[in-house]
């Protein structure tokens, strides 16, 4: 049985859309949404080279994500409330999930994305409960969408 949502995790997902809005992190989910597509390790050096403005811009993005699923993950907020409105996680998970393993392995750091990993998991549940053709639809846009 689900949690039900309080007035307090409607509060917190609003302060995220607001933070979502600040500049920077709009230009570099703008960049990401429209450019950060690869599988490896070396693709991602390729079109994130360490030190460049496309670096920064996929760090912010996957970190912002990463916290925001860590508030999930330790019951800070309430998953089936934001999952009913909060996409841009999996969409972030589906691009970077192939890299994790390889990541993780890089930098020593077991890890490394796990919340954004375990979020992303229970979001591919959600969606299967809602519709099985939900998910298997927005991964091929996700990954078509080079």
């Known amino acids: ?32 949404t429209s450019n950060f597509h690869c599988s490896t390790i070396e693709e991602f050096n390729k079109i ?20 925001v699923a860590s508030l999930m993950t330790s019951g800070v907020l309430n998953e089936h409330l934001f999952f009913q409105s909060g996409m841009e996680l999996l969409l972030v998970w589906e691009r970077i999930k192939e890299i994790a ?22 979001y591919i549940q959600y969606l299967d409960g809602v519709d099985p053709e939900t998910y298997p639809a927005f991964a091929a846009r996700v990954r078509g969408a080079r």
């Open 101 to 122: 393993p390889e990541s993780r392995k890089a930098h020593k750091a077991p890890v490394l994305w796990k919340n954004l990993e375990t979020v992303g998991n229970k």
């Open 48 to 67: 994130c080279p360490p030190g460049s403005q496309e670096n920064a811009y996929a760090r912010q993005v996957i970190t912002y994500w990463e916290m």
């Open 1 to 32: 049985m689900q949690t039900p949502a309080t007035y307090d995790d409607a509060n917190l997902i609003l302060r995220l859309y607001e933070m979502r809005r600040e500049e920077k992190l709009r230009q570099a989910r703008d960049w990401f």
